[in-house]
Each structure stands twice: as C-alpha cells, then as structure tokens.
C-alpha cells in the first residue's frame, strides 16, 4: 500500500483511538459516579456508544482490509439499533418496579401523568438520598 | 435470492482469514509510535474502568443498578478487544466483539424482563 496513504490513514486512526477510549472511559466513570439507576443508565448507554464508534472507526481506518470493514459495519448497525432498545427497557422496568429516583430530580413526568406503576400505593416513588 | 445472501453471508464474514497475513502488510509510519502508546494508556483506562464497573456491581443498591454495571463491562470488553484488533493489526479478534455484543444485548432485555416478572415476589 502507499506509505503517504497509510499515514493519513494512522493520523485519522490515532485520533479515533484517542476520542473512542475517552468515552469508554467516561461512560464506566459515569457508571460509577452517578446518584440513581436512571442516571447511570443514561452515562453507560450515550458514553458507550460514541466509544464503541470511536474504536471502531480506528479500526477501519487503520487496518483497511475488507473483512473488518464488513465486521466493523455489522457492529456499529448492530449497535446503533440494540444499544438504545436494551437502555430503554431497563429504565422501564426499573420505572415500573419503582426503582428510586435522586433526590434532585427535576422532572418525572410519568408521576405526573400518573402512569400506572405495580407499586401497591399510589404515592410517589422513593427518593435517594 | 434471498436464501443464496443467506448462503453466502458466512463466506463475507470470514473473507478477512483468507489470503491476509497479521501485521506484516501494513506498512510502519510516523504514527505507528503514537498509536501504540495511544493503545498502551487505553488498555490501562479500559482497564480501570472494568474495575470501576465492577465496584458498582458489587455495590449496587438494586437489581438494575448491577445490571447496568455489567452491560458496561461487555462494552468495555468490546473496546479492549478492539484495540487488540489495532495492536496486532488481525483480523480475527473483531468476531469477539461482535458476539460480546450481541450477548450484551441480549442479557440487558431478558434482565429487564426478569425484574418486572418477579417484582413483589421476591424475598426481601
């Protein structure tokens, strides 16, 4: 391959690799830091997948062969559709069981539309903290 | 025509072992000597990051909070995997991720049907 070529594409693969490990990172941080499960839902979920892309764009651009581009490509479509269905269903199962909420939530408004919830009384959920 | 896209999808995926030997073919750069320190420090992060994980899932309060916990170690399992796939400049090692992350997947829908479905029944 051209050596001219295959150094931009390493420029554009270290850049990658440098954006992709900051999310991953900042999305376990997240996990770890954050006060309730709908917070920690949110980091894990938006961090990850802006790693998951960053990593993989890396990879495209530095190995450019035709298997990891066809691999790569089924990961991030694969990604792009699971990742938000598989958050979503558990802050809806974590919102149906009544799973606590900070204690500086700003806005519900499932309590305010008084969605129903499998909690036995019908006051509103725990708070953390 | 659809059953002969379906014949031939395990030929596309494994297109990449056929005729492509690791690391030798790409060529060394100014780079390559920042990408690997760039590797180096990210396996240390990613690394960190598990153990950060995995102090959430020992300590998570509820359910959801170690299910969450474990869902981001499949991703970062994903991300090391994939700077593996960088390191060694091979093919092979990016079948790991993809099925990391379909197991991920997988495990955060039954997860969440599993704690609607034994909600209030189970021993507090």
């Keep these: ?129 | 025509m659809t059953s002969t896209m379906l014949d031939m999808l395990p030929w596309c995926l494994a297109m990449g072992e056929v005729g492509h030997a690791p690391s030798q073919d790409i060529p060394t750069t100014i780079f390559t000597g920042v990408l690997m320190l760039v590797i180096e420090v990210g396996l240390a992060l990613i690394l960190l990051g598990i153990g950060l994980c995995l102090v959430r899932l020992l300590r998570g309060p509820e359910l959801a909070d170690r299910i969450v916990a474990g869902d981001t170690i499949a991703l970062q399992v994903v991300g090391l995997v994939i700077l593996l796939t960088v390191r060694l400049g091979s093919d092979a090692y990016i079948d790991v991720a993809m099925t990391v992350a379909v197991i991920g997947f997988v495990t955060a829908i039954a997860f969440s049907q599993f704690i609607i479905a034994t909600h209030g029944k189970e021993p507090a």
């Design chain 1, 1 to 129: 391959m051209n050596p001219t070529m295959q150094t931009i594409q390493d420029l554009f693969a270290v850049v990658f690799l440098i954006a992709g490990v900051f999310f991953t990172f900042i999305g376990a941080v997240g996990v770890y830091r954050m006060p309730d499960v709908y917070h920690r839902i949110h980091s894990a979920s938006k961090c990850s997948t802006l790693g998951m892309i960053g990593l993989l764009l890396a990879v495209v651009f530095h190995v450019a062969s035709v298997g990891i581009i066809a691999k790569a490509t089924m990961v991030l479509v694969f990604a792009f559709v699971a990742l938000p269905v598989g958050s979503h269903m558990l802050a809806w199962a974590g919102l149906r069981t009544g799973s606590r909420q900070w204690r500086h939530t700003l806005v519900d408004e499932h309590a305010e539309d008084r969605v129903k919830t499998d909690q036995p009384s019908q006051k509103p959920p725990a708070t953390l903290e």
